[in-house]
């Protein structure tokens, strides 16, 4: 599975932006796919998931009520709706894939990564 991430950028403070990730390689309709973000001298760090399905999601604390993940299996896309952004939402963003029904946390648990794509939120 490769997987790019695009829609990365810079933004003030109550701005939003839309991360996509687009897959190929594999039966993407096979896997539990995965943000994770990861900021300076941080931990990268679980931000939201989705089954293979798309019936289930599931968000860090920290992000819950502002960001919505989805995705388009026709189109093979992830996307990461991301809503009243706040400066600490500042990171690198990446997507994750693992073939799977369960949607793993911890960035070890998974097997394929993008490359990530910057977000800076401004105060």
């Known amino acids: 599975v490769q997987l790019v991430e695009s829609g990365g950028g810079l933004v003030q403070a109550g701005g939003s932006l839309r991360l996509s990730c687009a897959a190929s390689?594999?039966?993407?309709?096979?896997?539990?796919m995965g943000w994770f973000r990861q900021a300076p001298g941080r931990e990268r760090e679980f931000v939201s998931g989705?089954?293979?399905?798309?019936?289930?999601?599931y968000y860090a604390d920290s992000v819950k009520g502002r960001f919505t993940i989805s995705k388009d299996s026709a189109k093979n896309t992830v996307y990461l709706q991301m809503n009243s952004l706040k400066p600490e939402d500042t990171a690198v963003y990446y997507c994750?894939?693992?073939?799977?029904?369960?949607?793993?946390?911890?960035?070890?648990?998974?097997?394929?990564w993008g490359q990530g794509t910057q977000v800076t939120v401004s105060s």
């Open positions: 390689g594999r039966t993407f309709s096979r896997y539990a």
């Open positions: 994750a894939a693992e073939k799977g029904i369960v949607v793993p946390i911890y960035p070890g648990e998974y097997d394929y």
């Open positions: 989705i089954t293979w399905s798309g019936g289930s999601t």
